[in-house]
């Protein structure tokens, strides 16, 4: 059995759409940075059709900077615009009905 390689990671880049999840496992060298996944994972369908310049990231859920050292075993998120903001969306569902019930 082999030492592992520790000059080089592996990561998983997911892009998630409501009915399906995108992932992609790229290697990158160690000291390796979200923006250098990104860039690799942009090699790959569906991402090389992202706007991923635009687009929050973030590292098994906690938003992080492109610049964000990356650790083997990472999976890096990659995440859709809101539909509706958060606000407007409860005052939405807090709004009356045409009955005038809430």
């Known amino acids: 059995m082999s030492a592992p390689d520790v000059t080089r990671l592996r990561v998983d880049v997911v892009y998630a759409l409501p009915e399906i999840q995108h992932q992609v496992s790229v290697e990158l060298p160690a000291g390796a940075t979200v923006a ?7 090699q790959h369908p569906p991402f090389d059709t992202l706007d991923l310049a635009a687009a929050a990231v973030g590292v098994f859920g906690d938003r992080v900077e ?37």
């Open 36 to 42: 250098d996944a990104l860039r690799v994972a942009a």
């Open 66 to 102: 492109r610049d964000h050292p990356l650790e083997p075993g990472d999976r890096v998120e990659i995440y859709r615009p809101l539909a509706i903001d958060p606000r407007e969306a409860r005052r939405r569902r807090a709004a009356p009905d045409r009955s005038g019930r809430r």
